[in-house]
């Protein structure tokens, strides 16, 4: 193994984590070619990544959305608690 096999540089590490399949490619010095084979890969390729963009946004969302609702909770506890102080409820 080279000296370089062994340090990542922080593009490397920012490829590896969108796609490790062609970051292993690139450091193996892969040099894709427009073969029709190689074509279908890459659109077979460009669909499993876009099915992964929108799973990963729905998730960003899913979680602002309980971000939202475990805020709102605290805050309905405060008001609770406040209220249950001055002796406002019952």
Do not use: P
Not at 47 to 69: F, M, V
Request: net charge positive; glycine share 8%.
């Amino acid at each position: 193994m080279r000296e370089d096999d062994k340090l990542f540089s922080a593009s490397e590490i920012g490829q590896f984590t969108f796609c490790s399949v062609s970051w292993f490619l690139k450091r193996r010095g892969y040099k894709g070619s427009s073969s029709k084979k190689l074509l279908k890969k890459k659109s077979h390729g460009m669909k499993i990544h876009d099915a992964i963009g929108k799973k990963t946004h729905i998730t960003r969302l899913l979680l602002r959305l309980s971000y939202y609702l475990l805020l709102s909770g605290i805050v309905l506890l405060f008001i609770f608690v406040i209220v249950n102080w001055f002796g406002l409820i019952g």
